[in-house]
């Protein structure tokens, strides 16, 4: 866990109510400005399995925030990363970032990618802002029908040197 000014950042194994919560919250705001076949976030169930590690954000004690992170064998990518409006500004998605990446990183990876809308104006910012670079889609994107990726921005960052 680590705090910066009332913020903390758990580690959480399994789904939570807050993180129902924060998940449902994720969804209506993307079901608003995209189709189903457009949306790739994880589904609730998906997020608690092995090679995905899940962090709930706290801001003074109530949950503003999540994030994910799925590691694959030779790039790790960031799912369900969200920060409710109330909390924006306040440095919880940097605080998360920062989680996410010393995930990364402590598994032994450098490279984090990740899927974003390209309506997700604030998120792209906040993304670029954070060193992520547009990048070709990677993975299971790569091979999905064109119009299933009509709307997504890819990102990726180089970290430094993963651990030994």
């Not at 609730?44 to 004690?61: K, N």
Request: one cysteine or more; proline letters at 4%.
């Amino acid at each position: 866990m680590s705090a910066t000014e009332g913020i903390t950042i758990e580690l959480v194994p399994s789904a939570t109510d807050d993180v129902r919560g924060m998940v449902a919250e994720l969804d209506q705001i993307l079901s608003a400005e995209y189709p189903p076949e457009q949306r790739h976030g994880l589904a609730l169930e998906a997020i608690f399995q092995p090679g995905i590690r899940f962090f709930l954000a706290r801001l003074d004690g109530a949950a503003v925030g999540c994030g994910g992170v799925a590691l694959f064998a030779d790039f790790a990518e960031v799912k369900r990363m969200y920060v409710r409006d109330v909390a924006r500004g306040c440095g919880v998605a940097q605080a998360l970032l920062a989680r996410i990446e010393r995930e990364v990183q402590d598994a032994g990876l450098a490279l984090v990618r990740l899927e974003t809308g390209a309506r997700q104006i604030a998120a792209l910012q906040f993304y670029q802002r954070a060193g992520f670079e547009i990048c070709a889609a990677f993975g299971a994107y790569s091979t999905m029908a064109p119009q299933a990726v009509a709307t997504s921005v890819f990102l990726q960052k180089q970290l430094g040197t993963a651990p030994t």
